[in-house]
């Protein structure tokens, strides 16, 4: 690979990032419409509550995939009346539960310890993105049939799948070469 491209993946990975950031910080905007940085957005018991009772009320699964349909249509173009919306939003609560848990458990964690996520922040949690894409390639577990299998000891992954029923889709290298009788070489 050449520095060009180097500088368009890291460019790339910046702005997936940054993007994810800023929709995180919009949503916990929901529930504080003033807030101007990630600690008003956490700081008042109230609004942590309502929150945290949303998140567990599976409101906000809905909420999520009402805004990836809402995405989708205006990035194709395309209009789309309410009972559409719906039906596409029930296909992304069947087919994409890892990816919305592991959404809802990401900004948990934020109400619950103010974590921040921002892009080029050294304790930023911002690459908790490509764990939510790692989730939605999971789907329902399958492909074609065949079994889905993330090799990773990413423990939130881990989590995230045993919640949805997804456990045995995510292994470590160990897990699955020992599904056909092998190890991993010393």
Do not use: H
């Not at 990975?13 to 940085?37: G, H, M, Q, R």
Request: proline fraction near 2%; charge should be positive.
């Amino acid at each position: 690979m050449n520095k060009d491209t180097i500088a368009k993946i890291k460019d790339n990975v910046e702005k997936v990032e940054s993007d994810y950031a800023t929709d995180l910080l919009s949503v916990l905007k929901d529930f504080n419409p003033l807030a101007k940085t990630w600690g008003d957005t956490i700081t008042d018991e109230t609004q942590r509550k309502a929150y945290l009772d949303f998140i567990r009320s599976g409101k906000s699964k809905r909420k999520q995939a009402q805004t990836y349909v809402r995405r989708a249509a205006t990035f194709l173009g395309e209009s789309i009346d309410s009972k559409e919306e719906e039906k596409m939003s029930d296909f992304i609560l069947d087919k994409f539960k890892s990816a919305l848990e592991a959404y809802d458990e990401i900004v948990t964690r934020i109400v619950l310890s103010g974590a921040k996520v921002e892009p080029n922040v050294r304790d930023s949690k911002a690459n908790f993105v490509w764990d939510t894409q790692v989730c939605f390639m999971l789907n329902d577990g399958t492909m074609g049939g065949k079994q889905i299998v993330v090799i990773s000891r990413d423990k939130f992954l881990k989590q995230t799948a045993k919640k949805t029923g997804l456990s045995d889709n995510i292994m470590n290298v160990e897990e699955y070469l020992s599904k056909f009788g092998m190890q991993v070489p010393k």
